[in-house]
């Protein structure tokens, strides 16, 4: 039996553009009202698929979604047609107006949590989509990322999908980018660590002061309920609120893992010494290779700025480690020294690959944020809709696809543009026929 890590990547959805709807990531509100390039955006996310394709990886397609959000629209008590309920949006209310065009989906890592069969008490696949209550734009995602993620996933002898939780702040879930497995192996059992911002229901706890913590303790605790985990392979641990306001508004911001790797730094965690002694215990006798970057290596700003930590670690066929950088970490000095150094150490990280994501990093989007993780076996592997599977075949179809639908520029004001719902829509629509995806949007249903 073989075992896989596969990453399914957020396919950018025609409306990208730079509103500056996230309070707390720095690089959406500093590049608020730029102009954006949905076509190019589409293009350097599809460009990394086939290059991780290419290095041997299994890689997949995740579909975004439909926007601008008419039905949020009329549910706020717009009405009309939809050429109708949009206008009277973008005059009446331009900031909502704005949230419901985000193409937000395209980071899939806030797409949900999952938790591998090897993890899990009844030995299927858990998914539980992230509600990501903290910002109105991103919490228009959970719903049609269950029915993408069930389109996807869709075997319940292998597959279990969960609602999303309550949609309140108390239960405030990011998904995947604030949750890492570490495993000797993708088969083993792992150790699945939790990583919130704050404690909803105590507030005597630590919480950061200026940008909000968008996970809560109390949700990373009910989606390992939900997923069947026991407390011998879950470990719960704060993030820094420190690092929180400045600019660290997920964990995969400043740390991430692979197998037996914990790349880190050093002020991402409270509790540090006490939580990768945990760590370490529930993982077993094999160490675990915990990379801790110094403040006096990297900086908390220059990881913010050139997301070092929202790289992805591969493990490639040969056993050895790949990071996934953005060429922003390439365009960095000090960033890039280190980088350059760390694959020289004794540590399984051999490699570094450069990818221009420019268009998503300028809304704090990384490589690690485009991509969700589902380690799967051969069987569950073959239960997969083969349609979201990355091939040739596959991706030529995508890139034609984009550029036959999507604009080469999009500025905040085109939004109004009553066109640009038509052609998302026949975009759409297109798309989950190659993905061969049935009805999962609300235009469809
Ligand atoms: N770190 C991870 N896993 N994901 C990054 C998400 C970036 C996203 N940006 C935005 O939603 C900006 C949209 C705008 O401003 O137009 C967010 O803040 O939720």
């Keep these: 039996m073989r075992h896989y890590e596969v990453n399914f990547d957020g396919l950018v959805g025609p409306t990208h553009n ?66 109708e309920v949009l206008a009277k949006a973008a005059q009446q209310a331009p900031q909502i107006f704005q949230a419901v065009c985000s193409a937000s989906s395209m980071w899939t890592a806030n797409a949900a949590t999952v938790s591998p069969g090897a993890d899990t008490a009844n030995g299927k696949v858990h998914f539980t989509p992230a509600n990501l209550t903290n910002k109105f734009h991103r919490s228009l995602e959970p719903q049609t990322s269950g029915r993408i993620l069930q389109a996807m996933f869709n075997n319940g ?36 660590i939790f990583t919130f911002g704050r404690y909803a229901f105590d507030s005597s706890k630590p919480a950061p002061k200026k940008y909000p913590a968008r996970q809560t303790f109390e949700a990373s605790q009910a989606i390992a309920r939900l997923h069947g985990l026991s407390d011998d392979n879950t470990v719960y641990i704060q993030q820094n609120p420190d690092v929180i306001d400045q600019g660290v508004f997920h964990n995969d911001v400043i740390a991430v893992g692979n197998q037996n790797v914990l790349f880190y730094h050093e002020q991402a965690f409270l509790d540090t010494d006490a939580k990768l002694a945990e760590i370490q215990r529930k993982f077993g006798d094999e160490p675990v290779h915990f990379i801790e970057v110094k403040t006096s290596e990297v900086s908390v700003e220059d990881a913010v700025q050139t997301y070092l930590f929202n790289t992805q670690l591969l493990t490639l066929d040969n056993g050895h480690m790949a990071i996934i950088a953005p060429t922003e970490c390439q365009e960095n000095p000090r960033v890039a020294a280190y980088l350059a150094e760390l694959v020289t150490r004794n540590t399984p990280i051999r490699q570094v690959h450069y990818f221009d994501v420019k268009q998503s990093m300028r809304n704090g989007g990384g490589p690690a944020c485009l991509r969700l993780r589902v380690a799967l076996n051969d069987t569950e592997l073959a239960a997969v809709n083969p349609a979201v599977v990355m091939n040739e075949t596959l991706f030529a179809r995508l890139n034609q696809w984009v550029d036959k639908h999507y604009r080469d520029e999009l500025s905040v004001d085109d939004l109004r543009d009553p066109q640009l719902l038509t052609e998302s829509r026949t975009a759409l629509d297109e798309l989950t026929q190659i993905l061969k995806l049935g009805s999962v949007y609300p235009f469809q249903l």
């Design 18 to 83: 730079y509103a500056g709807l996230s309070f707390g990531n720095v690089a959406s509100l500093s590049n608020a009202k730029s102009t954006s390039s949905p076509k190019s955006a589409a293009l350097q996310g599809l460009a990394k698929m086939k290059a991780l394709h290419d290095m041997g990886m299994v890689q997949g397609v995740l579909a975004p979604q439909e926007r601008p959000d008419v039905t949020t629209l009329r549910r706020l008590g717009f009405t009309g047609s939809d050429g």
């Design 157 to 192: 002898r292998y597959f279990e999908h969960h609602t999303h939780l309550p949609d309140n702040e108390h239960f405030g879930d990011e998904g995947a980018a604030n949750h890492t497995r570490l495993c000797s192996n993708y088969g083993h059992a792992g150790v699945e």
